[in-house]
């Protein structure tokens, strides 16, 4: 009796097993079934709006067919990379059956209007019609938003810091801040765009104003929450105050500052897309608009999946960058 | 030359007043006046609001005295000096330094660095960290936080160890074993050590001078010089006499009131 129980309970155990092993191995082939269907929706279903087809819808899920296919493979092989995948194979699934849904209400059934809401394929063709201009204006963008946001993050910390530290300079330069510091920086661009020689050099004064305000606010916020004893230790172990203002106040503040810097990235981008939009000739933001000029919203949805990827990756490396300088905080606090 | 350390410190007449947020002015310290011998161990003890915490800080020149002065070797003191090291009550290690970090501050801070890299190491073997060089402070223990703090201050060369209550927040057998590596540290570097602390076991463990402080204001009370060359033991008889003593100064020792609580 009792050795007919065990045997019962290690075979309900196996069945689990079995049963998480086959669920795995369903989710794992879910991307693929899924763009077969997307593949056979599009090629099968006919167009209702009167636009011509490129092909490159087709051809992206051709190949992302034979990808899923191909990794699907490798994770029955390779059972760590196999159960990663797995894990986000349904997520996968779900951007393919998405397009699908996008395609059929465009396309096939023409239940958005034109041209306003163009199918997946009029989208995804602009990356090889336009790539090279789209990837120029990246390029462009990107030089001018770094070129503004370095800027303004260090001219943000030296006044911070400058706030924080030094009474005097609070009286003078903090009622400027509160007052002046609130102001989006985009309401500067119709003096910015005179006051400056060249949009370009505008636009970046623009974007560093942006950044300027939350950095210099968390910075001198974090050097004004410093506990004092840390500056006490410091000045008896013969510290001076050079040594107090960039080896106590600016370290123990990096937790705030690194919330200025992540508020000004937000800001940053906000103001970079409206500067180019209004003043600057080329960029992202100037792509957009021009685009929407001529009604080629499709260019505009490429270019906001353009931005989409540009600023994640940006926000990604300031994590990084994060993650080196305050690796400490590891284990005490959870961003 | 480099090793002749003194740290003879004489107060006189120190007088220490503060304000409250109210405006009420209440005197700390009053009419201190005493001198301390070159590589003495001397304790204060008292009650709370004493200004044992404010003599130490003064002398440590993170705060001045209302009037008075705190001389060092006949030298005025006056701000802060890696001479006059002060350990306190809380490890206070900057937290996104690690140990090693942490030890070497003082020198760095002195840009002295470079030619005292060894001692960074030497010191923190001497208080067995060891192997825990790269750990950040949260991941030490109190006792361990507290030996680093230590020898924050000792790598400094101090000619006077000020300890504000640095084992009040460690458990009982952490607090011991501090106690033995302080007073081998402080036999070894000869430097004066003057330890603020509740303890009254502590005190008369460790020190040879024990300063009895009376409170509001602050006065010296008694000044009870013990043996230098008595055998250190817990359980001496010359202890526990001591210990009896100090406490009936302090009003704690019950030796006419016989209202004895029933446990």
Same mark, same amino acid.
């Given at each position: 009796?009792?050795?007919?129980?065990?045997?019962?309970?290690?075979?309900?155990?196996?069945?689990?097993?079995?049963?998480?092993?086959?669920?795995?191995?369903?989710?794992?082939?879910?991307?693929?079934?899924?763009?077969?269907?997307?593949?056979?929706?599009?090629?099968?279903?006919?167009?209702?709006?009167?636009?011509?087809?490129?092909?490159?819808?087709?051809?992206?899920? %051709?190949?992302?067919?034979?990808?899923?296919?191909?990794?699907?493979?490798?994770?029955?092989?390779?059972?760590?990379?196999?159960?990663?995948?797995?894990?986000?194979?349904?997520?996968?699934?779900? #951007?393919?059956?998405?397009?699908?849904?996008?395609?059929?209400?465009?396309?096939?059934?023409?239940?958005?209007?034109?041209?306003?809401?163009?199918?997946?394929?009029?989208?995804?063709?602009?990356?090889?019609?336009?790539?090279?201009?789209?990837?120029?204006?990246?390029?462009?963008? #990107?030089?001018?938003?770094?070129?503004?946001?370095?800027?303004?993050?260090?001219?943000?910390?030296?006044?911070?810091?400058?706030?924080?530290?030094?009474?005097?300079?609070?009286?003078?330069?903090?009622?400027?801040?509160?007052?002046?510091?609130?102001?989006?920086?985009?309401?500067?661009?119709?003096?910015?765009?005179?006051?400056?020689?060249?949009?370009?050099?505008?636009?970046?004064?623009?974007?560093?104003?942006?950044?300027?305000?939350?950095?210099?606010?968390?910075?001198?916020?974090?050097?004004?929450?410093?506990?004092?004893?840390?500056?006490? &230790?410091?000045?008896?172990?013969?510290?001076?105050?050079?040594?107090?203002?960039?080896?106590?106040?600016?370290?123990?503040?990096?937790?705030?500052?690194?919330?200025?810097?992540?508020?000004?990235?937000?800001?940053?981008?906000?103001?970079?897309?409206? /500067?180019?939009?209004?003043?600057?000739?080329?960029?992202?933001?100037?792509?957009?608009?021009?685009?929407?000029?001529?009604?080629?919203?499709? *260019?505009?949805?490429?270019?906001?999946?353009?931005?989409?990827?540009?600023?994640?990756?940006?926000?990604?490396?300031?994590?990084?960058?994060?993650?080196?300088?305050?690796?400490?905080?590891?284990?005490?606090?959870?961003? | 030359?480099?090793?002749?350390?003194?740290?003879?410190?004489?107060?006189?007449?120190?007088?220490?007043?503060?304000?409250?947020?109210?405006?009420? *002015?209440?005197?700390?310290?009053?009419?201190?006046?005493?001198?301390?011998?070159?590589?003495?161990?001397?304790?204060?003890?008292?009650?709370?609001?004493?200004?044992?915490?404010?003599?130490?800080? %003064?002398?440590?020149?993170?705060?001045?005295?209302?009037?008075?002065?705190?001389?060092?070797?006949?030298?005025?003191?006056?701000?802060?000096?890696?001479?006059?090291?002060?350990?306190?009550?809380?490890?206070?290690?900057?937290?996104?330094?690690?140990?090693?970090?942490?030890?070497?501050?003082?020198?760095?801070?002195?840009?002295?660095?470079?030619?005292?890299?060894?001692?960074?190491?030497?010191?923190?073997?001497? #208080?067995?960290?060891?192997?825990?060089?790269?750990?950040?402070?949260?991941?030490?223990?109190?006792?361990?936080?507290?030996? &680093?703090?230590?020898?924050? &201050?000792?790598?400094?060369?101090?000619?006077?160890?000020?300890?504000?209550?640095?084992?009040?927040?460690?458990?009982?057998?952490?607090? %011991?074993? %501090?106690?033995?590596?302080?007073?081998?540290?402080?036999?070894?570097?000869?430097?004066?050590?003057?330890?603020?602390?509740?303890?009254?076991?502590? /005190?008369?463990?460790?020190?040879?001078?024990?300063?009895?402080?009376?409170?509001?204001?602050?006065?010296?009370?008694?000044?009870?010089?013990?043996?230098?060359?008595?055998?250190?033991?817990?359980?001496?008889?010359?202890?526990?006499?001591?210990?009896?003593?100090?406490?009936?100064?302090?009003?704690?020792?019950?030796?006419?009131?016989?209202?004895?609580?029933?446990?």
């Amino acid at each position: 009796m009792a050795s007919n129980n065990r045997e019962t309970i290690s075979d309900i155990k196996i069945n689990k097993t079995n049963k998480a092993k086959t669920t795995g191995i369903i989710k794992g082939i879910l991307p693929a079934v899924i763009i077969f269907f997307a593949i056979a929706e599009h090629l099968l279903i006919p167009n209702k709006q009167v636009v011509s087809t490129t092909g490159v819808y087709n051809k992206v899920l %051709m190949a992302s067919l034979i990808l899923s296919i191909a990794v699907f493979i490798i994770s029955l092989i390779n059972k760590k990379f196999g159960k990663a995948y797995f894990y986000k194979a349904p997520f996968i699934a779900a #951007v393919f059956l998405f397009l699908a849904i996008w395609d059929v209400v465009t396309l096939k059934l023409s239940l958005l209007p034109l041209p306003f809401f163009p199918g997946p394929d009029k989208v995804l063709h602009v990356f090889v019609s336009d790539g090279a201009i789209l990837l120029k204006c990246a390029l462009y963008s #990107v030089r001018l938003l770094l070129c503004g946001y370095l800027l303004g993050a260090s001219f943000g910390l030296f006044t911070g810091t400058l706030i924080g530290w030094n009474q005097r300079a609070d009286y003078w330069i903090g009622p400027l801040l509160r007052i002046i510091g609130p102001i989006p920086a985009t309401a500067w661009i119709p003096i910015a765009l005179v006051a400056f020689p060249t949009s370009f050099l505008a636009s970046i004064f623009l974007i560093a104003l942006a950044v300027w305000f939350p950095v210099t606010v968390m910075t001198s916020t974090g050097i004004h929450n410093v506990q004092n004893s840390y500056f006490e &230790v410091a000045k008896t172990l013969g510290g001076n105050q050079k040594f107090l203002v960039f080896k106590v106040a600016i370290p123990a503040a990096m937790p705030s500052i690194f919330i200025g810097l992540f508020m000004g990235m937000g800001t940053s981008f906000a103001t970079l897309i409206a /500067a180019e939009m209004l003043g600057v000739k080329a960029g992202l933001g100037w792509y957009i608009n021009w685009s929407q000029g001529w009604a080629e919203y499709n *260019k505009v949805y490429a270019c906001l999946i353009v931005l989409a990827l540009m600023f994640s990756g940006l926000i990604k490396l300031l994590f990084f960058v994060k993650d080196k300088l305050l690796g400490w905080q590891k284990g005490l606090i959870k961003w | 030359m480099v090793d002749e350390r003194k740290g003879a410190l004489s107060f006189r007449n120190i007088h220490k007043e503060f304000i409250d947020n109210d405006g009420n *002015k209440f005197v700390a310290l009053d009419d201190f006046s005493m001198d301390i011998q070159p590589g003495s161990f001397v304790s204060l003890i008292g009650p709370s609001g004493c200004g044992k915490s404010t003599l130490l800080r %003064m002398i440590a020149g993170l705060d001045t005295p209302t009037s008075g002065e705190i001389l060092l070797d006949n030298d005025k003191i006056e701000g802060t000096n890696h001479e006059r090291g002060l350990v306190f009550q809380q490890a206070n290690l900057f937290p996104w330094l690690n140990v090693r970090e942490n030890v070497a501050t003082g020198l760095i801070a002195r840009k002295v660095y470079k030619e005292n890299k060894d001692e960074v190491d030497k010191y923190i073997k001497l #208080v067995g960290l060891s192997g825990f060089e790269k750990s950040y402070p949260h991941q030490l223990s109190g006792g361990m936080a507290q030996r &680093v703090s230590l020898v924050r &201050v000792l790598v400094n060369k101090p000619k006077v160890l000020l300890l504000d209550e640095p084992l009040g927040a460690l458990d009982a057998f952490t607090r %011991m074993n %501090m106690q033995e590596e302080i007073l081998k540290i402080w036999k070894e570097q000869k430097v004066t050590v003057i330890l603020v602390t509740h303890d009254v076991d502590e /005190a008369v463990y460790m020190s040879d001078t024990i300063v009895i402080l009376s409170s509001r204001p602050g006065r010296i009370q008694e000044v009870i010089k013990l043996r230098q060359d008595r055998t250190r033991s817990r359980n001496y008889p010359d202890f526990v006499d001591l210990r009896t003593r100090i406490l009936e100064k302090l009003n704690f020792a019950s030796t006419e009131d016989t209202t004895g609580y029933v446990i």
